[in-house]
């Protein structure tokens, strides 16, 4: 490279205002430790193979708070000692691997040195003296043994595409056989007409859920019959549809088996997708949708479909529970996290089940595109619920909570006055309403824009009242509760006086509602929470008349 395009570059590197866990500025106005260039070194090039990314930078030269350009006299005995580090770095290093380049900037301001580190090979995590390096935002850090396992998981066999010995078309349903065709043809409407004179096993080979003829495991998930797992067999295909109770008993079940192709849409029309009533600002009529947006729900199942480590013998679970639904399956979550994978919207560089996953994409049931857990997020961002919730705690799974129901008020409020704000932010709100801690500079972040209240790390999302008046008295009154907190006002008047009327309940409520509301708005929110305690919840029932109201406790 020349020196304007390495000008170019370090200009675009200093305009990243969020942290960037592949780039690393250092003052390094005199000197810099051997060993901790080797950290960086291990922790910069595995971080870049995490994020997709071809190579990081190491910089020296830049303040990284302000990056402001200090200049470095690191090495200043000429290029040759700069190209020296190299082998230094090398002799430590997994594979030998070293920089690909090391580039001595001379700029008005200063001396600038850019490291330009490789990302680290498909399946070998890079260690430096025998530790593997990884970040923590802004901070070195050990690798985590789960990103280790990732990157190792990188050049493992693909299962999926593993022949299933003795397995005939056969074994295959005529019913999902034709649901493939159909799939197909929307995929690819050019295909139209031409596949229809396509043999089973052409199509299954142009669908590429077969291989030369020969039946494969994805094969076998997608359009098997139901007896035809014994082929996959010690591996599990099973998708379980769980119902529960408020008190997490479990209400009912059904197990459904492959063909997965049609047998997930059985499992999804399980779902209970209830209406939901809210009522918005400035108007007397409630609005109604469904609990769950259908492409966030499908893409949840689908993407646990594509994604489940079979191999582990464990099944798929949805778990539905009156106003959340979970989603569960085996297999670690491979690109690191949900920021990581919003932030890339674009397909990882590799797949767990390329073959399984290249074969839903042409039946039509996820899009290896990329993309699809941004839109997750945005569906439900323009539906102004919360944001779909990822459980990556345990290094063998991963868990998606989808809630169907308003958390904070506030929250919904501000998405609805808000429109412009950016995803990132919207992530880092309702990681505020779930009462999820934020590092301190996403907190920062948000107290600038005058987006949230509280003493941090106990933080609440403002009302748009608060941002425009900053009156803390005025923002009180306006501000209002988790609905939860109406409903246990409302139990615990019933269950220390035996029943309440409905000027009992509003001379309980209505004071306490937020004044953002008038008077009607506030008798039609009681009517909503006494609805939804009545029939929903079953916390209380009605004893008397429509006329005249009393309330008991339903048990």
Same mark, same amino acid.
């Given at each position: 490279?020349?020196?304007?395009?390495?000008?170019?570059?370090?200009?675009?590197?200093?305009?990243?205002?969020?942290?960037?866990?592949?780039?690393?500025?250092?003052?390094?106005?005199?000197?810099?430790?051997?060993?901790?260039?080797?950290?960086?070194?291990?922790?910069?090039?595995?971080?870049?193979?995490?994020?997709?990314?071809?190579?990081?930078?190491?910089?020296?030269?830049?303040?990284?708070?302000?990056?402001?350009?200090?200049?470095?006299?690191?090495?200043?005995?000429?290029?040759?000692?700069?190209?020296?580090?190299?082998?230094?770095?090398?002799?430590?290093?997994?594979?030998?691997?070293?920089?690909?380049?090391?580039?001595?900037?001379?700029?008005?301001?200063?001396?600038?040195?850019?490291?330009?580190?490789?990302?680290?090979?498909?399946?070998?995590?890079?260690?430096?003296?025998?530790?593997?390096?990884?970040?923590?935002?802004?901070?070195?850090?050990?690798?985590?043994?789960?990103?280790?396992?990732?990157?190792?998981?990188?050049?493992?066999?693909?299962?999926?595409?593993?022949?299933?010995?003795?397995?005939?078309?056969?074994?295959?349903?005529?019913?999902?056989?034709?649901?493939?065709?159909?799939?197909?043809?929307?995929?690819?409407?050019?295909?139209?007409?031409?596949?229809?004179?396509?043999?089973?096993?052409?199509?299954?080979?142009k669908a590429k859920v077969t291989l030369q003829g020969k039946i494969t495991r994805t094969a076998i998930i997608l359009l098997g019959k139901s007896e035809s797992d014994q082929y996959i067999s010690p591996a599990v295909?099973?998708?379980?549809?769980?119902?529960?109770?408020?008190?997490?008993?479990?209400?009912?079940?059904?197990?459904?088996?492959?063909?997965?192709?049609?047998?997930?849409?059985?499992?999804?029309?399980?779902?209970?997708?209830?209406?939901?009533?809210?009522?918005?600002?400035?108007?007397?009529?409630?609005?109604?949708?469904?609990?769950?947006?259908?492409?966030?729900?499908?893409?949840?199942?689908?993407?646990?479909?594509?994604?489940?480590?079979?191999?582990?013998?464990?099944?798929?679970?949805?778990?539905?529970?009156?106003?959340?639904?979970?989603?569960?399956?085996?297999?670690?979550?491979?690109?690191?996290?949900?920021?990581?994978?919003?932030?890339?919207?674009?397909?990882?560089?590799?797949?767990?089940?390329?073959?399984?996953?290249?074969?839903?994409?042409?039946?039509?049931?996820?899009?290896?595109?990329?993309?699809?857990?941004?839109?997750?997020?945005?569906?439900?961002?323009?539906?102004?619920?919360?944001?779909?919730?990822?459980?990556?705690?345990?290094?063998?799974?991963?868990?998606?909570?989808?809630?169907?129901?308003?958390?904070?008020?506030?929250?919904?409020?501000?998405?609805?006055?808000?429109?412009?704000?950016?995803?990132?932010?919207?992530?880092? *709100?309702?990681?505020? /309403? @779930? !009462?999820? #801690?934020?590092?301190?500079?996403? =907190?920062?972040?948000?107290? &600038?824009?005058?987006?949230?209240?509280?003493?941090?790390?106990?933080?609440?999302?403002?009302?748009?009242?608060?941002?425009?008046?900053?009156?803390?008295?005025?923002?009180?009154?306006?501000?209002?509760?988790?609905?939860?907190?109406?409903?246990?006002?409302?139990?615990?008047?019933?269950?220390?006086?035996?029943?309440?009327?409905?000027?009992?309940?509003?001379?309980?409520?209505?004071?306490?509602?937020?004044?953002? *509301?008038?008077?009607? /708005? @506030? !008798?039609? #929110?009681?009517?909503?929470?006494? =609805?939804?305690?009545?029939? &929903?919840?079953?916390?209380?029932?009605?004893?008397?008349?429509?006329?005249?109201?009393?309330?008991?406790?339903?048990?």
């Open positions: 490279m020349n020196k304007q395009e390495l000008i170019n570059i370090l200009d675009n590197l200093r305009q990243i205002t969020t942290e960037s866990e592949c780039v690393e500025f250092k003052h390094a106005e005199r000197d810099f430790h051997f060993n901790d260039i080797g950290k960086y070194f291990s922790a910069l090039s595995n971080e870049a193979n995490l994020k997709w990314k071809d190579f990081g930078w190491l910089i020296f030269g830049i303040d990284n708070a302000t990056k402001k350009i200090v200049g470095s006299k690191y090495r200043t005995q000429g290029k040759r000692t700069l190209d020296s580090l190299k082998k230094e770095i090398a002799d430590k290093t997994t594979g030998r691997i070293s920089f690909i380049e090391i580039y001595p900037l001379d700029l008005p301001e200063g001396r600038v040195i850019m490291f330009q580190i490789p990302a680290a090979p498909k399946g070998m995590p890079i260690a430096w003296d025998g530790h593997y390096y990884g970040r923590e935002g802004e901070s070195l850090a050990p690798l985590s043994i789960q990103e280790i396992e990732l990157i190792r998981s990188q050049n493992k066999p693909d299962w999926s595409a593993g022949v299933c010995e003795g397995a005939t078309t056969d074994d295959l349903d005529t019913v999902a056989i034709t649901k493939a065709r159909s799939e197909y043809k929307i995929k690819f409407p050019d295909s139209v007409g031409e596949s229809d004179t396509w043999n089973d096993i052409t199509f299954l080979n295909a099973k998708i379980s549809w769980i119902l529960r109770d408020e008190r997490n008993s479990d209400k009912d079940y059904e197990h459904f088996f492959p063909p997965f192709l049609v047998n997930s849409d059985k499992a999804l029309a399980k779902i209970r997708n209830l209406r939901y009533r809210y009522l918005p600002d400035n108007t007397l009529f409630p609005v109604e949708i469904n609990q769950y947006d259908s492409y966030v729900i499908r893409e949840s199942l689908h993407n646990c479909i594509a994604h489940q480590d079979y191999e582990k013998k464990s099944r798929i679970s949805i778990v539905e529970k009156p106003d959340e639904l979970i989603f569960d399956n085996a297999g670690n979550f491979i690109p690191g996290s949900v920021e990581k994978a919003i932030e890339q919207d674009a397909p990882p560089r590799f797949y767990r089940n390329n073959f399984l996953a290249t074969a839903m994409a042409n039946l039509n049931m996820i899009d290896t595109r990329g993309g699809g857990i941004r839109k997750m997020f945005e569906l439900q961002r323009g539906r102004f619920f919360p944001l779909p919730t990822y459980i990556l705690d345990h290094v063998d799974a991963v868990t998606v909570k989808i809630t169907g129901k308003i958390i904070d008020e506030n929250y919904t409020r501000l998405l609805t006055k808000k429109t412009d704000l950016d995803i990132n932010t919207v992530i880092l *709100l309702d990681k505020v /309403q @779930k !009462k999820q #801690k934020l590092e301190k500079a996403a =907190y920062q972040l948000l107290k &600038k824009q005058r987006l949230v209240e509280g003493r941090y790390p106990n933080l609440f999302v403002v009302s748009e009242i608060a941002s425009i008046t900053g009156n803390k008295a005025t923002y009180i009154k306006n501000r209002a509760f988790d609905k939860e907190h109406y409903i246990k006002m409302i139990t615990s008047f019933i269950e220390k006086y035996r029943s309440a009327s409905r000027k009992d309940i509003d001379d309980l409520v209505l004071d306490k509602l937020s004044n953002v *509301l008038n008077d009607k /708005q @506030k !008798k039609v #929110k009681i009517n909503n929470l006494l =609805y939804e305690m009545t029939n &929903k919840k079953k916390i209380i029932k009605n004893i008397g008349s429509d006329a005249k109201p009393e309330w008991v406790l339903f048990k």
